[in-house]
């Protein structure tokens, strides 16, 4: 399976702490994307890293990645209640004669931002 | 503001019944995909289309169908449905234009096979 896998599964932390979630991934990629999803709704796409990048910012969040070791995190700086959700890396290849890029996803982390 | 919308937010259906899932996008997207997501499981994806009347298989066909026969529309079918179909179904749409592209999601159908 070319999925990849988030590390923590789930995080609990207190409003004000940085959150900080894992990902890992089998293949070469073209760029890793991270999303967050509200509990029962559609995906939203946070931020994306292309292969020939380390660092990432985009307001409150930092995604690192680090090709080496097919790895990326994803930093939350000063967390929110309203951070609550899930977050999602999603690895891009290339696929089929027409080159749509497919999109796979890991299992997910839960965050928790308690009040 | 760029819209995927999704025929139902909830679904009850019977065993063996045909279902129709319909997707809709507002933003001349080439590439159209369904997922369903189930826990402990993530997201996998079923199928996705790259242009009209195209189609690939994604991770688990099987089960299910698709059409697209206009652009914007992007629908989904259960020939048959069974007990294991119940999931969570969502319907993402991405530009074939850029190099690097987001997938834009709809709010997602739940699906519950009875």
């Known amino acids: 399976s070319q999925q990849g896998e988030e590390d923590p599964q789930a995080l609990s932390i207190q409003e004000g702490e940085n959150a900080t979630m894992n990902c890992s991934y089998k293949t070469s990629i073209n760029n890793l994307q991270w999303y967050r999803q509200n509990s029962g709704r559609g995906l939203v796409h946070l931020i994306l890293i292309r292969s020939n990048e380390r660092e990432k910012h985009s307001g409150r969040l930092r995604v690192t990645l680090d090709t080496s070791k097919k790895s990326s995190s994803l930093l939350i700086t000063a967390s929110r209640a309203a951070d609550t959700a899930s977050y999602f890396c999603a690895t891009v290849f290339l696929r089929g004669t027409q080159g749509a890029q497919k999109l796979v996803f890991g299992q997910g982390t839960r965050l928790t931002i308690n009040p | 503001d760029v819209k995927v919308t999704q025929s139902s937010r909830y679904l009850v259906k019977r065993t063996g019944e045909k279902v129709f899932l319909e997707c809709v996008q507002d933003?001349?997207?080439?590439?159209m995909f369904w997922y369903r997501q189930d826990p402990g499981l993530g997201l996998r994806l079923i199928y996705f289309?790259?242009?009209?009347?195209?189609?690939e298989k994604g991770d688990i066909p099987e089960g299910y169908s698709v059409s697209r026969e206009k652009k914007e529309r992007f629908s989904l079918i259960l020939e048959s449905a069974s007990t294991n179909q119940t999931s969570m179904y969502l319907c993402?749409?991405?530009?074939?234009?850029?190099?690097?592209?987001?997938?834009?999601f709809g709010p997602g159908t739940r699906l519950t096979v009875l």
């Open positions: 933003m001349d997207h080439e590439n």
């Open positions: 993402a749409s991405t530009s074939a234009h850029r190099s690097y592209n987001e997938q834009f």
């Open positions: 289309s790259y242009d009209v009347k195209m189609k």
